[in-house]
């Protein structure tokens, strides 16, 4: 029988197709663009030159430290006691205009850290509308410093307490009512069992949410700016931009990566807890415990005055600001920073969308630690802060072009410039780097949601690899690849370190706009690009909030 | 087991599957000739769904080989790919593409034909699985038994030499499973198409088909029609998967013979003459009779429909279970007259 002599090589050749398929090497290759950077950074760390790491030691990190540390605490424990209590009102209460605030509570995460921030400073420093209309009223009167350690922590809990609370609001709203129930049928009265139930079940939720936003301030570098508050993030820039000294901005980021690491760590251990606490259906309506009373209308007044301070006061300044300068910034230049901020959002959602897509679907078809492992380093990128980044990309490129520039000259004595660096390739990198796993979890879970036999059902008829992709899984992802295209969108339209140190000359956007209008104090020019961002924030609010619809 | 013979559509031979270090499928031999549907029955994680997936090529074996009209499929370390075996498969979940239309998912199989020609397939097919006039449906319009023969005409649409169902009705109400177990082997018969069907619900094997292979932690344990594993089951775990019954303590007369409380009966017999074993009776065994001098109490009533499941005690206590038409309608506590039936009865080793 013919097929009873099979060729031994035809048999082997099978073998090594299943262990090495395009798919690993993709995912490989995307992983590269993460382990990279990373890489450069933490090399640095291992190879101090002891001048640098001395003048760091001594002049710089000690101010810096004790800035992040301060900085951290305040944020994490802010964000915290606003996310959960507001959580708790909206997610398991009944009080007047509960519906509303459940979701306009979200509003602030379409503001930009830094865009708050520089309101605030615009509307309390010194020269701001609020202390000039005291002084006329009341002569010199003492009004806290805007610009000092509590400013900044104040203004970045604002910004970012919506992380706990959405993540927060979810815990509650999953664990429902009937465990307090329990507790009170126990004999617990309802406050204590808030605390004694309620709180301790939702806790890997909100550490989940803290560590989110210890993740966010660590990265954060356009709101410290407009504070000049220095933590590792302008410190990697002043390094580099103001000492010319990369390997100073380097050293730096390679001390940020590990404390970065440290929230990481804390994050992913919380998230596999969550996996073993969620139980519960989300308690119906009717299911609320009613306020009443004075109460009542203290919560209310508390969501009011939240909603208020964090986003109505904030967007009303922005507009009243924009309206008294568009006339003159409404230019062609306005347009042109509106043009770069989208055809590099664009860009970027799509690569990075379309990457995400291939390396899920490289996940999907091979189920194993290996493949599972570099899809996790691919998608490290999200917790590196972009000065982090940005260090890390444009130091081997840089190295690499010298590399070239040394060979012309010595083999070819012809003199060229950078090949690669101060190009856009180096900033897609880096912003493809920074947010892939935005794009990849919505992708992610939607493949989840495809089950395996389709993809036997579409193997058995011989359509596989690519062609499978394009003829089942492509159509079957569409909601979830619009939500990641998206994300990425508006998350590229914010950002600004990346941007600000690795952008070729001439590649303003919105953002640098405001980091430029702000440096000087113009908050009133840094208004209309402002509005652009916040329009483009409210795009994902929408999503999320027609998501938890059903 | 599993002569290779050239007339046999399928074979596995000594097939053995791991998963990790735990055997999944071991030393697995079956042969399946042209037109028969044959069924792997088992509860669940008992290694037919692999046995089907390595047949279809989505697995690799890791002993022996599985052939196909004759010619090597998989072998250790080879394993020719799913879309070159000419075969189809109905999934559990249907896996209908949601994206397609009704006409879409049979025509996903159909890429080498002319589009005239596809769009002919697809209109006869659903002809033949009884949904006309659907085509431009999405699946999620339809209803679970509607969405279940979708699937069938996609897996018949490129006229496979083998159509492997895995779980096919487990999905549907209880009522529909065996209706369309009927209808479906009905089809499957009428199309001249060979199948293997792997379920672990009883009623289905019986309703579809010509043999079925008892598995059990990874080895089939009996092969034979749906008669004889009712009625002659190989071993206590296969009687006591299909089918209800009580085991009687009995004593060995001979080689053909066997006595217990109900009297002697026929069988064959391998234990020695003397030895204790214990007699399968199914309630079906046991029939009414009210002229009978056997007499057994009734302790339990379940009332099935179509007939009553008695639990009867006899004189000294054992008890029996006996299934009787429903007309027969008696009270608890009182005394039937009972008769066994059986014309061959089985035996196992006492424990």
Not at chain 1, 47 to 57: A, C, G, R
Not at chain 2, 17 to 23: M, S
Request: hydrophobic share 50%.
């Amino acid at each position: 029988m013919s097929t009873d002599l099979l060729d031994i090589r035809q048999i082997t050749g099978h073998r090594l197709a299943r262990k090495f398929s395009i798919w690993r090497l993709l995912s490989l290759l995307v992983a590269t663009l993460v382990l990279v950077p990373i890489g450069v950074v933490l090399w640095s760390l291992l190879t101090p030159s002891s001048d640098i790491w001395e003048h760091l030691v001594v002049n710089v990190l000690p101010g810096v430290l004790n800035n992040t540390f301060w900085l951290v605490l305040g944020v994490g424990t802010g964000t915290a006691l606003l996310g959960v209590s507001l959580a708790w009102l909206t997610g398991v209460c009944e009080f007047p205009g509960q519906r509303f605030f459940a979701w306009s509570l979200l509003l602030p995460l379409a503001l930009p850290a830094y865009v708050m921030a520089f309101v605030a400073v615009g509307l309390l420093d010194f020269t701001g509308p609020v202390q000039t209309a005291l002084r006329s009223w009341f002569g010199s009167v003492w009004f806290p410093p805007i610009r000092s350690r509590g400013g900044v922590i104040l203004v970045m809990t604002l910004a970012l307490y919506p992380y706990v609370y959405l993540i927060a609001r979810n815990a509650f709203l999953t664990q429902g009512k009937r465990a307090l129930e329990a507790a009170q049928s126990l004999g617990c009265s309802r406050r204590r069992a808030f605390f004694r139930v309620a709180l301790p079940l939702a806790r890997p939720w909100i550490v989940a949410g803290v560590a989110l936003v210890i993740m966010e301030t660590l990265a954060d570098f356009g709101t410290v700016s407009v504070f000049n508050y220095d933590t590792f993030t302008t410190a990697i820039y002043k390094a580099w931009f103001s000492l010319f000294s990369l390997p100073a901005a380097l050293q730096l980021a390679s001390v940020l990566i590990l404390i970065v690491f440290a929230a990481i760590v804390l994050e992913q251990q919380t998230r596999t807890r969550i996996r073993y606490t969620q139980t519960g259906r989300p308690s119906p309506q009717h299911d609320r415990i009613i306020l009443q009373g004075w109460s009542r209308w203290a919560a209310t007044l508390y969501c009011a005055l939240i909603l208020t301070v964090a986003f109505i006061i904030p967007v009303g300044q922005l507009l009243l600001w924009a309206a008294q300068v568009y006339a003159q910034d409404l230019d062609a230049r306005y347009w042109g920073f509106l043009w770069h901020s989208l055809l590099l959002a664009g860009g970027t959602a799509l690569t990075a969308s379309a990457v995400a897509l291939i390396i899920a679907y490289a996940g999907r078809r091979h189920r194993d630690i290996a493949m599972r492992a570099t899809n996790r380093l691919a998608t490290l990128g999200y917790a590196l802060p972009g000065p982090v980044l940005a260090v890390g990309v444009y130091a081997p490129v840089a190295w690499f072009d010298n590399l070239i520039i040394d060979g012309t000259r010595h083999y070819l004595h012809i003199e060229i410039g950078q090949v690669l660096g101060g190009t856009l390739l180096v900033m897609l990198l880096a912003y493809l780097a920074r947010f892939l796993a935005v794009g990849y979890n919505p992708i992610d879970s939607h493949m989840q949601r495809i089950t395996t036999s389709v993809d036997d059902a579409a193997h058995i008829f011989g359509v596989r690899g690519f062609a499978m992709l394009r003829r089942v899984h492509l159509p079957m992802l569409k909601g979830g690849l619009l939500t990641a295209v998206t994300l990425v969108f508006v998350d590229v339209m914010k950002e600004m370190p990346i941007t600000l140190m690795t952008r070729p000359f001439g590649w303003d956007t919105l953002a640098i706009r405001i980091f430029e209008m702000t440096a000087e104090g113009e908050w009133q020019r840094a208004a209309l690009p402002a509005v652009a961002l916040v329009l483009a924030g409210l795009i994902p609010i929408l999503l999320l909030t027609r998501n938890g619809d059903h | 087991m599993a002569i290779i013979n050239m007339s046999m559509l399928l074979e596995l031979k000594n097939v053995t599957q791991t998963y990790g270090a735990q055997p999944v499928v071991q030393d697995l031999s079956l042969a399946l000739e042209e037109g028969v549907i044959a069924c792997l029955l088992g509860p669940s994680g008992c290694g037919k769904t692999t046995v089907l997936r390595c047949i279809a090529g989505f697995e690799d074996i890791h002993t022996g080989e599985i052939r196909l009209s004759g010619s090597i499929v998989s072998l250790p370390g080879y394993c020719l790919p799913p879309e070159r075996r000419r075969i189809s498969m109905v999934f559990q979940d249907y896996a209908l593409f949601p994206h397609l239309t009704v006409a879409g998912n049979i025509r996903f199989g159909l890429d080498q034909l002319a589009p005239a020609e596809r769009t002919r397939r697809v209109e006869e097919l659903l002809e033949i699985v009884g949904l006309p006039g659907t085509a431009g449906r999405y699946p999620h319009e339809l209803s679970g038994g509607q969405q279940q023969r979708v699937a069938l005409a996609r897996a018949l649409a490129p006229r496979p030499r083998l159509m492997l169902l895995d779980e096919p009705f487990s999905n549907l109400d209880i009522d529909l499973r065996e209706r369309l177990g009927i209808e479906v082997r009905e089809l499957l018969k009428r199309e001249g198409i060979t199948a293997l069907v792997v379920t672990h619900d009883q009623r289905e094997a019986f309703a579809m088909a010509d043999a079925i292979g008892i598995m059990h932690q990874g080895y089939i344990q009996q092969w034979g029609t749906p008669y004889d594993i009712y009625h002659r089951p190989v071993n206590r775990f296969v009687a006591d998967f299909v089918g209800q019954g009580t085991l009687l303590p009995g004593k060995v007369l001979n080689a053909h013979q066997v006595q217990i409380e109900l009297g002697v009966f026929e069988g064959d017999f391998s234990a020695p003459p003397g030895a204790m074993v214990d007699v399968l009776i199914r309630p079906d065994d046991i029939v009414h009779d009210d002229d009978s001098p056997c007499l057994a109490t009734i302790l339990h009533k379940t009332f099935r429909g179509a007939e009553i499941l008695y639990t009867l005690a006899l004189a000294n206590g054992t008890r029996l279970l006996s299934s009787v038409p429903s007309h027969h309608d008696h009270p608890l506590g009182e005394r039937l007259g009972i008769r066994v039936d059986i014309p061959h009865v089985v035996a196992f080793a006492r424990k």
